[in-house]
């Protein structure tokens, strides 16, 4: 491939929208609770881009389903969408824990939360998720990382310590909207905190890592 030449050609690549559509026609159908929670993010939340798209969402429902995991770990709840599609593929007795340190989202979280068949299974805690992690017994047999980039690498190491052989990481962002890929300003913390993020988990011996150019991008750590 060659090297791409702004992101803008990032985005004609990997952000086309008749695929999305295509691809969202020809997959599961989305839940009703989740094209209303879809509808009301994009109504009353500031940057509803921060939400997982809806194929982004039957990704994670899929590979959820796939583990049947006793024990998901969400770092970064916004409004809830991913949460939901995570729980989808929820053990029978398992359950959700996540993390989010923005207040204002709790309302419309907790409304879905509380609509869906998975409210008793879902777990919400509001605050620093570096204090918090800690306090969450394991181990995880999925994690979703969606916060703030700065922390990638300390949220993955301390999670890390709480899963087991089998379990899954997935980080999202990770290609930020290709400015990963070029050389980053010297005080863009976030592409910078990412791209020494990538560079970790490429070298990571302790996990098998693929990178998917899906979206804004998505990392698969299997944990070994």
Request: with cysteine; net charge negative; charged share 25%.
């Amino acid at each position: 491939m060659q090297d791409l030449k702004d992101q803008n050609d990032y985005i004609d690549l990997f952000f086309n929208e008749r695929w999305t559509n295509y691809a969202l026609d020809k997959s599961d159908e989305i839940p009703d609770l989740l094209l209303e929670l879809e509808k009301e993010t994009h109504q009353k939340i500031l940057q509803p881009r921060m939400m997982s798209s809806p194929l982004q969402g039957r990704l994670l429902s899929f590979i959820s389903n796939i583990l049947r995991p006793k024990k998901i770990l969400e770092i970064g709840t916004y409004t809830g969408y991913s949460s939901l599609c995570l729980a989808e593929g929820l053990d029978e007795n398992g359950e959700l824990h996540t993390i989010d340190h923005n207040e204002e989202l709790v309302l419309i979280q907790q409304k879905y939360f509380n609509k869906s068949i998975f409210k008793n299974k879902i777990h919400s805690h509001l605050g620093n998720a570096l204090e918090i992690i800690p306090k969450i017994d394991g181990p995880f047999d999925l994690v979703f990382i969606d916060a703030d980039k700065i922390n990638y690498i300390n949220y993955f190491e301390q999670v890390f310590d709480k899963t087991q052989p089998g379990s899954l990481i997935i980080s999202d962002n990770v290609m930020w909207d290709g400015k990963v890929i070029n050389k980053a300003d010297f005080n863009d913390e976030s592409t910078i905190a990412l791209q020494k993020y990538n560079d970790k988990l490429k070298k990571d011996s302790r996990i098998k890592t693929l990178l998917l150019p899906f979206r804004d991008g998505l990392s698969l750590c299997w944990v070994i």
